[in-house]
């Protein structure tokens, strides 16, 4: 059973940086994408950046892009979120996502709140 868990979220003024972390039970070499999504409150859930498996290119969202920067660490499993500038429409729970085999199952974290004070 694959297990993604979320840390690092937390309480941040306007202009700094927090750091996401995604701790995978198994090896992400079996993900064919991971990614990092967010929902506001009242909002729908959107996707803010992913990863692909075959070569590492990354896709961000246009709100974050300049700010956040995905990437991942093999020997770790574990997935990470860097976000620079952040803005307080950055407010949200950030969850963590993967999808794996030819069907693309896909698996989710817990969620990590992340709340940027103006």
């Known amino acids: 059973q694959v297990q993604l868990v979320e840390s690092g979220g ?3 003024q306007a202009g700094g940086s927090l750091r996401l972390s995604c701790a995978a039970s198994g090896s992400i070499f079996s993900f064919n994408v991971m990614g990092w999504y ?3 409150p009242g909002k729908q859930r959107e996707l803010v950046a992913l990863i692909t498996s075959s070569d590492g290119s990354p896709n961000y ?7 956040f920067t995905i990437s991942r660490d093999n020997a770790k ?3 990470y979120l860097q976000m620079n500038s952040l803005k307080p429409e950055d407010t949200a729970v950030y969850y963590c996502y993967a999808a794996a085999g030819p069907d693309g199952v896909s ?5 990590t709140q992340v709340t940027v004070s103006s």
């Open 10 to 12: 937390g309480l941040v």
């Open 38 to 40: 967010r929902q506001a």
């Open 61 to 67: 969202a246009d709100a974050v892009k300049g700010r």
């Open 77 to 79: 499993n574990t997935l």
């Open 107 to 111: 698996y989710w974290g817990q969620g």
